[in-house]
């Protein structure tokens, strides 16, 4: 073999071979279709603002209805100044522990009921 058959041009094999097309990577095709801002769709409409009209009450920190603040009996019992012997026989009555939490507004509903009940001897 001479040299000549061994050496081949490079400008002959790029005019010999077609162009090949680079293909686009997926990745980056996905991500300039998502950025790409939509013109066949209508434009979104937004309700104006009417800044006069109150904002609505939301009870609690996040938002959510709140539920009222429950205290031990002793500790109502303590704050809305029931005598110990009442606060006794309440606990006796509606089966109350140390550990029973209540709202002061049950709290009081309950002795309240309790107090009006007639008194039964025996």
Do not use: C, H
């Amino acid at each position: 073999m001479s040299e000549n058959e061994k050496t081949i041009p490079v400008a002959e094999t790029t005019e010999t071979k077609p162009e090949a097309k680079p293909k686009p990577d997926k990745g980056t095709d996905t991500k300039t279709k998502k950025t790409e801002p939509k013109t066949g769709g209508a434009p979104a409409k937004t309700a104006p603002a009417k800044p006069n009209k109150p904002r609505p009450r939301r009870g609690g920190l996040l938002g959510g209805r709140t539920k009222p603040a429950v205290f031990p009996v002793q500790a109502l019992a303590r704050r809305t100044g029931v005598d110990a012997v009442v606060l006794g026989a309440l606990t006796i009555a509606y089966g109350w522990t140390e550990r029973t939490r209540l709202s002061q507004a049950e709290f009081l509903r309950l002795r309240d009921a309790w107090l009006k009940r007639p008194v039964k001897e025996g």
